[in-house]
């Protein structure tokens, strides 16, 4: 097939760009002629809260990525969607994960779709977000309603669509693929000595950029339990800020907690990530809500245990006791399942052993086969 995956890709860094590209590899292994179509502008500068949206980091040789569409200027979404037409792929993959985007993508979607051949799929990593603004439904259903398909990586974002008015078109659940592209598993000492960190030490792993449902602050909460103050174990802080620290400082001075964090509240370049998650005995995921997070996956290629919160999507991928802890989302919560791991430390080898039998079934060739299986329904429909 001939294949478009629209959305994040280089030189944009983060999450969603990893994951496109290594989808893209995916197609490419099953035999697939694709091409990745990446923003020229993905936000205003004013709109973005990080750093710098940009990588920098080597491209990938492997990919063809065009760097074409701009997110706030119509004649591109106009230019590329009747290219796009012209062009006649057979499917076009769209990675929609914020109401900002609805307009340019669902533009780009209706005008290719015009061509009578091409089949739309997204991948809807959110439908309805995490932190809502006015507005965001007639955004969402704008882009929805021009898509032939969807593949959802959580029940809840399955059941987000129906309850839209989206459930008579054809949809999939599979869940998050593996991140199994930061390279292979390193030995624990060898992490610790990369980050400078003592090996004396126990470490949780908190990854990932920083925003309010991330649940940090309940975390840092949960942390200052005087039962864990005493224990030999540090919390690692691994992810930029995506909104003001302020209120976290505030929490970390109030607790006196400075002395057993250890802080990297920069963006982690990809070829640190595999020491931070081979440095950490448990990854920790304190989200107040969520649909499924790309740090669990990576997780799992690296083998290591989790906590994470029943919200969203997260328990689906998170065996309660077989991997780690599912607990409810609150600092009571994570506080008795942090004691619990750090003072039985024989549960560090069955988790680890947990996750390798679970994580055999996070396939990329299943996430392609979804996407398939989703346009050859809107075909025959």
Not at 186 to 192: D, E, Q
Not at 250 to 271: K, S
Not at 295 to 317: C, K, N, W
Request: net charge neutral; glycine share 8%; hydrophobic share 45%.
């Amino acid at each position: 097939m001939k294949i478009i995956i629209i959305g994040p890709a280089y030189p944009l860094r983060g999450g969603l760009a990893t994951y496109n590209e290594r989808l893209a590899r995916a197609f490419q292994a099953a035999g697939d002629e694709v091409r990745l179509l990446t923003f020229s502008l993905q936000y205003p500068d004013f709109l973005f809260p990080g750093q710098t949206q940009f990588s920098t980091e080597p491209g990938p040789i492997d990919l063809e990525i065009e760097v074409s569409l701009n997110s706030v200027n119509p004649l591109s979404w106009l230019q590329v969607g009747r290219r796009l037409r012209r062009e006649r792929p057979d499917l076009v993959v769209f990675r929609f994960w914020l109401p900002f985007m609805g307009p340019a993508l669902g533009t780009v979607a209706r005008l290719v779709r015009g061509n009578g051949h091409t089949r739309c799929v997204a991948i809807t990593d959110n439908v309805i977000p995490h932190e809502q603004r006015p507005g965001d439904r007639p955004l969402t259903r704008y882009f929805l309603s021009a898509c032939d398909g969807f593949v959802s990586m959580s029940r809840s974002v399955l059941g987000d669509l129906q309850r839209l008015g989206f459930g008579q078109k054809p949809a999939l659940y599979r869940p998050h693929p593996l991140y199994d592209n930061f390279g292979p598993i390193k030995p624990r000492a060898a992490a610790l000595a990369q980050l400078g960190l003592a090996a004396n030490t126990r470490y949780l792993l908190f990854f990932g950029f920083i925003r309010a449902y991330k649940g940090l602050d309940v975390l840092l909460e949960a942390f200052a339990d005087a039962r864990l103050a005493g224990l030999p174990v540090k919390l690692i802080i691994a992810g930029e800020f995506y909104e003001d620290a302020a209120p976290y400082e505030a929490i970390i001075q109030q607790h006196q907690l400075e002395g057993r964090l250890v802080r990297a509240t920069d963006f982690i370049p990809n070829e640190k990530v595999a020491d931070y998650f081979c440095a950490a005995d448990l990854v920790v995921q304190p989200y107040k809500n969520a649909t499924q997070s790309g740090v669990s996956q990576i997780a799992y290629h690296f083998e290591r245990p989790m906590l994470v919160t029943d919200v969203g999507g997260l328990a689906e991928l998170i065996p309660d006791g077989e991997v780690g802890y599912v607990v409810p989302p609150n600092a009571r919560a994570i506080a008795d399942a942090l004691v619990d791991f750090c003072t039985h430390p024989e549960k560090q080898a069955f988790f680890e052993e947990g996750t390798r039998e679970v994580k055999k079934q996070f396939s990329w060739e299943v996430m392609v086969a979804a996407l398939k299986e989703v346009a050859e329904k809107a075909i025959k429909n």
